[in-house]
Nanobody, 119 residues
Framework: QVQLAESGGGLVQPGGSLRLSCAAS?????????MDWYRQAPGKERELVAT???????TYADSVKGRFTISRDNAKNTVYLQMNSLNPEDTAVYLC????????????WGQGTQVTVSS
């Protein structure tokens, strides 16, 4: 059983920065695992924020391009989301997601970490 544990959320003022971390139990990063950050705000659908493939290719939602950076440390089985120039519209629960295929498809979700942007 794989577990994903997010950390780094909190309250930040508009224009501020936060760095989220997602640590995976087990050596899943040795697999061809893609890692994503999603977010879900109250009353809104879950939104894909950023993806990093096993090869290190990154993609971002238009709403965060130029402000957020996703990265991974395979040795630490950890993926990060650096968030800069935060605004109130970024307020949400941020969830880590892992997916890969090995004979069948696997996917796991973390519990999420709250990010609140407010003055």
């Amino acid at each position: 059983q794989v577990q994903l544990a997010e950390s780094g959320g909190g309250l930040v003022q508009p224009g501020g920065s936060l760095r989220l971390s997602c640590a995976a139990s087990g050596s899943i990063f040795s697999l061809n695992v893609n890692m994503d950050w999603y977010r879900q705000a109250p009353g809104k659908e879950r939104e894909l924020v950023a993806t990093i493939t096993n090869a290190g290719t990154t993609t971002y939602a238009d709403s965060v391009k130029g402000r957020f950076t996703i990265s991974r440390d395979n040795a630490k089985n950890t993926v990060y989301l650096q968030m800069n120039s935060l605004n109130p519209e970024d307020t949400a629960v941020y969830l880590c997601h892992a997916s890969w295929s090995f004979n069948r498809a696997y996917e796991y979700w973390g519990q999420g970490t709250q990010v609140t942007v407010s003055s």
